[in-house]
């Protein structure tokens, strides 16, 4: 996108064109006092800077720096050679002073890949911007700043690239008591990249489990973390100062949000959702069936192609998504149905309506579903067993690195293509066998089958095995076929 910049003679006016909205017009009062106040007069003529191309809605804060070098430029007061080849983006405040903007490790990628010579950015958001290769960045907090290095006066301070961690650390999984399946799905669903749905009442541990989840996922690559933290970064989400966040996201909506909220949209420019922003990471959604169904069924796409297409009548822009879904539900409204020490207060009716919010295609995503009980007397007073996360990644890291191998990069079994299936799967004769016996008796349909074998795929990862035997097959059926699941939400 290019900012120009024409002074003439005329009625002292300023006007910019090109699509712009609210916020990119009010500009002018901003380019004005920071000029004003950076001891720079403000020309008395007409001024018209236009935002090209023209046909693509303008929307944010961040030509407020560009168009202030332009201003000066025009008019000669700075040297215009230097700031050819070079992306410009910054908001000014009304003292001179930079403000951060959203969308800079963006920009840093976009002069990257046009090949042109730096990113002039705020200082805040330098960091981000610096974990970009072959891009240099100049950091500037101030009007004056930015101005005296265009006259060569002035030398940018060396720009140190900081990881975001989490503050607390990751939750272990050894902490969850009992619940010995729900891990070992939990492992399968980390090392396969398989979506996964919990049911249980109130208190067997649904939400803890999910939370461990991000802990047994492998750690992010170089370009994982990139990928990540453009997306935060288009969000404003980043952290002043900070640059690439190095470990998985984990995203937790409340069940009151908005179509716009989950899968991304709203006013002006599309922003990423919830979805997006749980790329590469975990998409938790707790209550899952009292979010709303349109919400719901929003996802189904998505998770099927990794990516969300959000159109607009100015153009249509594409987000990343490829995620681990987990979400947990009660078995009923009240949460108790079928536990063995409370009953049920809900009747028939109010039992359909509330598993009817979850669509048979959007249950159909779910590789792995899982029935959670009630703690015993002995799991709750006992101390936790188990392996620890450490233990568990290694694993999973294992599972990953074969599937890696099979398939190429960042593809896993719920990811790969049918062909790609096709020939990692190589069923042993029993298994080809009992395969047959459970596509009759519980009846799967094709895609039923499938995923079968994707979860199968990654059962005998998990074990290294070259070949999916029917025990394997047998532990992928038992985490499809589970009566209280199906009793539940079907």
Avoid at 100 to 112: E, K, M, S
Avoid at 268 to 273: F, Q
Wanted: charge should be neutral.
């Amino acid at each position: 996108m290019d900012v120009e910049v024409d002074t003439q003679t005329g009625v002292p006016t300023f006007r910019i064109v090109g699509l712009p909205t609210k916020s990119v017009t009010e500009a002018e009062q901003r380019t004005r006092s920071a000029l004003l106040a950076s001891g720079y007069e403000w020309p008395k003529q007409r001024i018209v800077a236009n935002l090209a191309p023209g046909a693509l809605r303008k929307e944010g804060t961040h030509f407020d720096l560009a168009l202030a070098l332009g201003i000066l430029a025009s008019k000669e007061r700075i040297p215009q050679p230097p700031l050819k080849d070079w992306i410009v983006v910054g908001e000014l405040a009304l003292d001179g002073s930079v403000r951060q903007v959203p969308g800079t490790l963006a920009a840093a990628i976009a002069c990257r890949q046009a090949d042109l010579k730096g990113l002039v950015c705020p200082a805040v958001n330098a960091a981000e911007a610096a974990t970009v290769e072959g891009v240099e960045v100049v950091p500037v907090q101030t009007l004056d700043e930015c101005i005296q290095w265009v006259r060569g006066r002035w030398t940018p301070p060396d720009v140190q690239v900081v990881a975001i961690a989490s503050p607390s650390g990751l939750e272990d999984i050894s902490e969850v008591r009992g619940q010995g399946m729900a891990k070992q799905a939990l492992e399968i669903a980390a090392a396969g990249g398989h979506n996964l749905l919990l049911a249980g009442p109130p208190g067997s541990g649904k939400t803890m489990l999910a939370r461990r989840l991000p802990g047994i996922l492998p750690p992010m690559s170089a370009e994982e973390s990139l990928d990540v933290t453009r997306v935060h970064s288009v969000a404003g989400l980043v952290p002043p100062g900070a640059s690439l966040i190095v470990e998985r996201p984990f995203r937790t909506p409340h069940h009151n949000v908005s179509l716009a909220g989950m899968v991304g949209g709203g006013t002006g420019l599309a922003r990423p959702g919830e979805a997006s922003l749980a790329h590469l990471g975990v998409l938790f959604l707790d209550e899952v069936a009292l979010f709303r169904p349109e919400v719901l069924d929003a996802l189904r796409g998505p998770l099927e192609e990794g990516l969300i297409r959000i159109a607009r009548s100015g153009g249509a822009i594409t987000y990343p998504c490829r995620l681990s879904l987990v979400a947990a539900m009660n078995p009923c409204p009240c949460g108790y149905r079928g536990d063995r020490l409370r009953g049920c207060r809900c009747s028939d009716r109010r039992i359909e309506s509330y598993n009817a919010r979850l669509s048979g295609p959007l249950l159909d995503r779910f590789d792995l579903r899982i029935a959670m009980t009630r703690l015993t007397r002995r799991e709750l007073l006992g101390q936790p067993e188990g392996e620890d996360s450490q233990t568990v990644r290694a694993r999973v890291r294992a599972a990953r690195e074969l599937q890696e191998e099979r398939y190429g990069p960042g593809v896993t079994n719920a990811t790969a293509s049918r062909s790609m299936l096709d020939l990692g799967v190589r069923l042993s004769s029993n298994a080809r066998e009992s395969l047959g016996d459970a596509i009759e008796r519980l009846s799967l349909t094709g895609r039923g089958m499938v995923r079968v074998l994707r979860v199968a795929r990654t059962v005998a990862d998990l074990a290294a095995a070259d070949a999916v035997t029917d025990e394997h097959l047998a532990q992928a059926l038992m985490f499809r076929m589970d009566d209280d699941i199906e009793g539940a939400a079907a």
